[in-house]
């Protein structure tokens, strides 16, 4: 009951402190749950993906993550620097069910402080908890090392429950991957991201 | 209603931190107030319901057809007491116990406060949350046109931690559920909540 109770909470703290209020509120309850969870080291990418597949990284507490090894990203020398993760389903997806066979509906505050997110930040949000979600494993990479090599989490594109998309231009464009190939993903994703090694020359798209 | 498919326990770990984050705002006390609040609100925005009978109650309760026990599985042992098999929150306490560390010491604080100021039956935050719901849901739930009254025996928490009403209580409350002293431990040994649902004659 605890996540119906948090769509309660963040419709209180909305009315209290404003959308904008819950987003700095949620980015800091990101950060402080990234730093809590210790730093990772992987001696290349085939140990990271073995161990994403094993549900052992950080990463794993938002469920079972698919490692798209086909969406490889390359640096300007064709080295694999990054590949890209997908959830099959939203982690917020259950809650909403949940609500909607409890109580009705979604409090109006979800898509405030989602448009909110997506006005003044970054145009990728679909539902509040996308939000702590960002900032969660932007921070998550930061603490994980593949060849002694620091990540960088980028969220690429999102789906949620009523069909609406949202891909971030902006991202895909650092890694130099084609709107269309992440537009195909969302058929069977719902959250799609790129993992990178931190400071490797990327070949930009178009 | 029927049963509710479970949630990602990440979102319950992220909650738990956003209940920390907002002690470290509040204090203890205030965690306390804004738990109660928070579950009197939830339980506010639930419909209303009605049941013809207290036998057609206790099927709801079973079947998880009712706000009563829409997030947990209940047993009814007697016409009266209420066994929760399995804690509501324990999938998520794993999860952050497994991936983050030890739970923060703000969750057992604000229960001690609780215990100290409402009545002695919380093991931790959430089961603030858990029993000010049912107090505030159970009176939204009519039987043969009688409101439901609700009452805790005791709490349980994976770990073993225990909490029982107090001395003075709980003579009336075993006698209202229709169950001994010893039946009480008996149940407490795997069980994790165990409390009453009554009208009044």
């Known amino acids: ?206 | 209603m029927a049963r509710l498919m479970e949630s990602n326990p990440f979102v319950e770990v992220a909650t738990h931190f956003f209940l920390e984050d907002l002690a470290d705002k509040v204090g203890i006390q205030g965690l306390n107030n804004y738990l109660i609040g928070l579950a009197k609100t939830l339980a506010n925005h639930m419909p209303e319901e009605e049941w013809r009978d207290w036998k057609e109650f206790l099927e709801a309760m079973r079947a998880g057809d009712t706000m009563l026990s829409a997030f947990e599985d209940v047993v009814a042992l007697t016409d009266c007491c209420m066994v929760t098999r399995h804690s509501p929150f324990e999938r998520g306490w794993r999860e952050y116990v497994k991936r983050v560390g030890s739970f923060s010491p703000a969750h057992k604080k604000v229960a001690e406060f609780y215990n100290k100021n409402v009545k002695p039956t919380a093991v931790n935050s959430l089961h603030i949350i858990l029993q000010t719901f049912r107090a505030a849901a159970a009176p939204r739930v009519k039987v043969a046109g009688k409101s439901v009254r609700y009452a805790q025996i005791a709490t349980v928490w994976p770990d073993g931690q225990r909490m029982v009403a107090s001395d003075a209580e709980r003579p009336e409350l075993l006698k209202k559920a229709g169950i001994s002293e010893t039946k009480l431990r008996m149940l407490l040994r795997d069980n994790a909540e165990v409390w009453i649902l009554w009208t009044e004659k």
């Open chain 1, 1 to 206: 009951m605890l996540d119906v109770a948090l769509v309660s909470l963040i419709n209180d703290l909305s009315e209290k402190a404003g959308a904008d209020g819950v987003i700095q509120f949620w980015q800091r309850v990101g950060e402080n749950l990234a730093s809590r969870m210790g730093k990772e080291a992987y001696l290349g990418w085939p140990s990271f993906n073995v161990a994403v597949r094993e549900g052992r990284t950080a990463f794993s507490i938002e469920g079972e993550t698919v490692t798209l090894t086909d969406m490889a990203i390359m640096d300007v020398d064709g080295d694999v620097v990054g590949y890209l993760y997908a959830l099959k389903q939203c982690v917020f997806l259950p809650t909403i069910l949940r609500v909607r066979y409890t109580s009705g509906d979604l409090p109006r505050a979800d898509r405030e402080v989602a448009q909110e997110y997506n006005d003044s930040h970054h145009d990728i949000a679909i539902c509040n908890f996308c939000v702590f979600h960002e900032r969660f494993r932007e921070e998550v990479a930061k603490n994980i090392t593949v060849s002694s090599q620091p990540l960088n989490c980028l969220l690429l594109a999102t789906r949620g429950f009523t069909g609406e998309t949202k891909i971030s231009t902006k991202n895909l464009q650092k890694i130099g991957i084609n709107p269309e190939h992440v537009r195909a993903l969302l058929r069977n994703y719902e959250c799609v991201y790129a993992l990178e090694m931190r400071g490797a020359r990327l070949k930009e798209g178009d």
